[in-house]
Structures are given as C-alpha cells and as structure tokens.
C-alpha cells in the first residue's frame, strides 16, 4: 500500500475568474501524519482544507486521497467519500440545537449506515462528556460543544480527521483538553490536517505548511 494518503499536485483556486486564492499547491502527506496548515488570515488555509474535504473544488491540479482523483467524483461518490473517510471539525461547532449531545452523535450515524445508541454513548464517554449525553447545546461550554464535535468527527472511524481552527472559541484548559483528544487520535495512527493560527498546536504536529498569498510559504 502506498505510504501516502493525500498527494496534492499543483492545485490552484481562483474565484470569479479573478481572485487567486490559491497558487500552484505541492503537498504529499503520510498516512497517520498530522500536519499544520498556517499562515496569516486570507493565505488561503480554509480554501485547502475545503478542497482536501470535498466541499470545495480546484480550478486547476488534483487531489489523490486514499489512491481516489476526488476531482472525478460525481456527486454520489463525493457525499459517501466524505461520509466513510473524511470526518470534519469547525470552529463553529454545528450542532443540531433542537438535539441533545447523544441525538447530534447518532445523527452522523444514521447517515453513515445506521444509528447505534451505545457505540454513541462510548464516543462520548471517550471525549470525557458521560454526564452530558443528555444535554442540549446550548446547555453545553463551548470546549463541550467541541469535544460532541470530535466525537461526532470520530464515530464513523474516518481515516482523515480535518480540523478549521478547532480551538478557536475556546479558553486555554479546554484549549488543551481538546488538543489532548488530537494527540490520542494521532497515536492511533490517524491522518490529520489542522489550520490553525497557534503556533503552540503547530509544535504539536509533524509537520507545519506556511501559507502566504495562496502560495507555500514554507514547510517544516
């Protein structure tokens, strides 16, 4: 098996036939590797993790994750690609509101395949939240609302954990409870992208892209 999951080769996005936000991107990246994508606002780091998730497309280059070109999946391949291999965490949490932390868990399932309450209620029991399983959102902090996202990230056994500032709403201990959960998802061999602005979640990977004007910058 090829020791790469994701082999990015020259990629570019322009928007409106104008705006470039990304320039020429050459990126190989290892399976269980965990990598920082940093760089100042408007470098271009979200426009790459959106391309890498499927939820954004490039205007030139390719994309091989997992040996599958995700520019030539039509939109059926590209829903189950992101449903079985990819699992996305925000800054912005996107929880259901009107369901509770296990509901919002069993949701994901439900479009993966089925729902099963007590793989669910472990997930939760993993991220530390087995007193929440029945609160609402709102009656979640914000390093709760993010550790149900993890979990809801995590439930399906993705290969690709991608992160958009996953700390960015959070104080320092739930800063670090979080990264702690990212740390225990590396060991277990998982591929993870993480855009970031801390350069203390940085030091945390095995490598760091810098990103400057849609262009790398650096690597390290």
């Known amino acids: 098996m090829n020791g790469n999951l994701i082999?990015?080769?020259?990629?570019?996005?322009?928007y409106n036939g104008k705006v470039c936000a990304l320039r020429d991107i050459g990126i190989t990246i290892k399976r269980g590797e965990w990598l920082s994508i940093m760089g100042p606002s408007g470098s271009?780091?979200?426009?790459?993790?959106?391309?890498?998730?499927?939820?954004?497309?490039?205007?030139?280059?390719?994309?091989?994750?997992?040996?599958?070109?995700?520019?030539?999946?039509?939109?059926?391949?590209?829903?189950?690609?992101?449903?079985?291999?990819?699992?996305?965490?925000?800054?912005?949490?996107?929880l259901v509101p009107?369901?509770?932390?296990?509901?919002?868990?069993?949701?994901?399932?439900?479009?993966?395949?089925?729902a099963d309450e007590q793989e669910a209620r472990q997930s939760l029991e993993r991220v530390g939240l087995t007193d929440r399983l029945h609160h609402m959102p709102s009656q979640l902090s914000g390093g709760e609302q993010q550790r149900v996202c993890i979990a809801r990230a995590l439930i399906n056994q993705p290969k690709l954990v991608l992160a958009d500032e996953p700390t960015g709403n959070l104080d320092q201990k739930n800063e670090e409870l979080v990264m702690e959960l990212f740390q225990a998802m590396h060991r277990e061999g998982r591929t993870i992208i993480v855009v970031t602005h801390d350069p203390d979640i940085g030091k945390l990977s095995d490598r760091r892209v810098y990103l400057e004007h849609g262009a790398i910058r650096s690597i390290n």
């Open 98 to 114: 009107y369901l509770n932390a296990l509901e919002n868990i069993m949701l994901a399932q439900y479009f993966h395949s089925i």
């Open 44 to 94: 271009g780091k979200t426009t790459l993790l959106n391309i890498v998730s499927c939820l954004d497309r490039p205007s030139a280059g390719t994309v091989i994750v997992d040996g599958a070109d995700i520019g030539k999946l039509d939109r059926a391949a590209l829903t189950q690609f992101r449903r079985e291999t990819v699992g996305l965490i925000f800054q912005q949490f996107h």
């Open 7 to 14: 082999e990015i080769n020259g990629v570019s996005k322009h």
